[in-house]
């Protein structure tokens, strides 16, 4: 397979905020996906942790930009433990740390705050919450903090910073060769064949500057000096830790294990089937299904499927504890499935349609949480890594491609004054392109084999599908839109997005998707397996542009239009990563 969208398709700008370390402590696999699930919307790397000593050992790799823990595990009061243990350890104690819990004590929330937690949340998981406390941890490094500044180091001690590297390379590898003797020593409960290179690792850390080190050594040495060998073996381990500072400070990037990719956690090292479809000898075998075969799955299928994080963030959200729905809304409002999912929810049980509820806020509101039972009956998944194919395509591009088209939509009503699709834009625009996840849960290799083909052959993405399948995501979208009771105006944009031209109906609402679609896939919104527009090609060529043109005023200017767009998008692919918050102008 050559895999020419991919390397055509990668626009997407890079993390707004810097890749980060997250570790959890959280023993419920639901919570853990969810929490994942947001961080890789900026890329961020993702360890859990299920009892204390297994959180210990992670944040003893001296690799971890923020903890976050819950407060409730099985055996009462462990997290408030290891929280009075991090702040008493001297590597360990300016650690970021977050609480996420369910926990809503008072007097556990007081104990928190007076351990220095930099936040003390309540569940479900926010994803903007979640990125502003990185973005706080992020603020100043921890790790470095330990460390006197570089440049004024190097400075004040006339090294360059080359030299400072080589010191903290060989001191790194002091510590890694010392550790073993020094334990043996401990057992014998005698230092003198250690001593000489105690002092020899003492002056490395202080030539280094790495005074937290520096400080340890010299504890250590007083304390085997006063035979007071439980604190010499309590303090061994943070000589673990400072060598895997040395590391992180010599590579921030530096993910030790357990970290993954968020998007890529809790998934198995893949390899290719033998009758993989995105194997060409297998491809070349097409079609797998025929259009009446694809219906007749399509007609199982009782809702389309969401990402199996978002469904994690959605079952903590919708566990009815919560006193107000908002936290609800806000994550129906930033997911199609799910906005799809509580439309068909409310709309099967209002019995009412000709007035259908085209807004899912409102429809979370109208549920509440007592209903939300009846939405979780029809919850159907499937796995982020249906869409993977590193590095231009992932669950998480494709999320953004859809939830960036809905803001796209939006602000193109906005900004060529056509007011009268603004209730509507949004939503159209969120839920346009649902077909090719419906398909990914009929053939959960369709999406990927599709666009690898449209690739190798130059055809449309549509057309490969219906090569493979037989059936078109827009069309699959449209059948079981209809079929599920969504609104008849998603269903026309559904069904004609790419081709507004051919639309009878919500006409004017398919042209505002299929040129939003079209500035997504030009600016770099995420990734949808569609190849971007030409970059010759002028906005007044995009889809539906022939159409909006008869709605703007005659004054608008198309070319001032696009260097708008260039600055907006910038933004909002920010916002979308997870940096600071979104400025509409």
């Known amino acids: 397979m050559t895999g020419e969208p991919f ?55 001296g690799a971890v930009d923020l903890f976050i823990t819950e407060m409730r595990l099985p055996a009462p009061g462990q997290p408030m433990t290891l929280l009075r243990a991090i702040r008493a350890n001297s590597f360990l104690k300016t650690l970021p740390v977050l609480v996420y819990t369910d926990l809503t004590g008072r007097e556990n929330v007081k104990e928190a705050l007076s351990l220095r937690v930099q ?15 990185i973005r706080r941890a992020g603020e100043w490094n921890w790790i470095r903090g330990h460390f006197d500044d570089p440049e004024g180091f190097c400075r004040r001690t006339g090294l360059s910073r080359d030299a400072w590297r080589m010191l903290l390379e060989g001191l790194a590898e002091d510590l890694h060769t010392l550790l073993p003797t020094l334990r043996k020593a401990v057992e014998a409960r005698s230092m003198e064949s250690c001593r000489e290179r105690l002092g020899r690792l003492s002056a490395s850390a ?11 050594l010299s504890d250590l040495i007083q304390s085997s000096d006063k035979d007071q ?47 993989s479809w995105l194997r060409e000898e297998v491809v070349a075998r097409r079609p797998f299904a025929t259009r009446a075969q694809a219906l007749e799955k399509l007609e199982k299928l009782r809702s389309f499927p969401v990402f199996e994080g978002r469904a994690a963030a959605f079952r903590l959200a919708a566990n009815g504890r919560g006193a107000s729905v908002q936290p609800l809304s806000d994550l129906v409002a930033s997911d199609p499935t799910l906005s799809a999912l509580v439309l068909q929810t409310v709309n099967r049980l209002s019995g009412d349609p000709d007035t259908p509820i085209e807004d899912s806020r409102q429809a979370v509101q109208m549920l509440g949480g007592s209903r939300m039972l009846a939405v979780l009956e029809d919850l159907e998944t499937i796995p982020e890594s249906t869409f993977s194919f590193p590095p231009a395509l992932s669950g998480q591009r494709f ?9 796209i939509c939006a602000h193109v009503c906005d900004r060529c004054e056509i007011p009268i699709f603004m209730p509507h834009a949004y ?58 009771g969504l609104p008849r105006m998603f269903v026309n944009v559904m069904r004609h997005y790419s081709d507004p031209e051919a639309a009878t109906e919500d006409r ?63 933004a909002l692919r920010g916002e979308l990563a997870g940096s600071d918050s979104f400025v509409t102008d």
């Not at 604190?231 to 500072?245: K, Q, S, T």
């Not at 999320?399 to 803001?407: F, H, L, S």
């Not at 077909?435 to 055809?459: D, N, T, V």
């Not at 040129?515 to 997504?520: E, I, K, N, R």
Request: aromatic share 10%.
């Open 229 to 275: 060998w439980i604190r010499v073996n309590a303090l061994l381990p943070n000589l673990a830790i400072a060598e895997n500072f040395v590391l992180t400070v010599m590579d921030g990037a530096r993910a030790p294990e357990p970290f993954v990719d968020a998007d890529r956690y809790g998934l198995p090292r893949s390899t290719l089937a033998p009758d």
């Open 7 to 61: 390397q055509n398709d990668r626009r997407a700008a890079p993390p707004a905020t810097p890749m980060a370390n997250i570790l959890l402590l959280d023993d419920n696999p639901v919570a853990r996906k969810a929490l994942a699930a947001i961080l890789a919307r900026a890329e961020h790397k993702f360890a859990a942790a299920g009892t204390i000593e297994e959180a210990m050992r992670i944040l003893l790799g």
């Open 399 to 407: 999320g953004t491609y859809q939830i960036g088209c809905a803001k």
């Open 206 to 216: 202080e030539s280094c500057g790495f005074w937290t080190l520096y400080d340890l």
């Open 508 to 570: 004017e609402l398919a042209a505002i998707v299929g040129f939003s679609s079209a500035l997504c896939l030009r600016y770099g919104i995420g990734a949808s397996g569609e190849l971007p527009p030409p970059a010759n090609l002028p906005m007044e060529k995009f889809p539906g542009w022939s159409i909006l043109r008869e709605r703007v005023y005659p004054s608008f200017d198309l070319d001032h239009f696009a260097d708008h767009m260039t600055d907006w998008t910038g």
């Open 427 to 484: 939503w159209a625009g969120l839920l346009h392109d649902l077909g090719k996840k419906a398909l990914a849960g009929l053939y959960p290799e369709s999406f990927l084999a599709a666009a690898q083909l449209a690739a190798r052959l130059s055809i449309p993405l549509a057309k490969a599908y219906e090569e493979l399948i037989g059936i078109s995501p827009q069309e699959a979208g449209a059948i079981l839109a209809e079929k599920r």
């Open 119 to 133: 936040n003390y949340l309540i569940k479900p998981y926010s994803d903007e919450k979640i990125f502003t406390e």
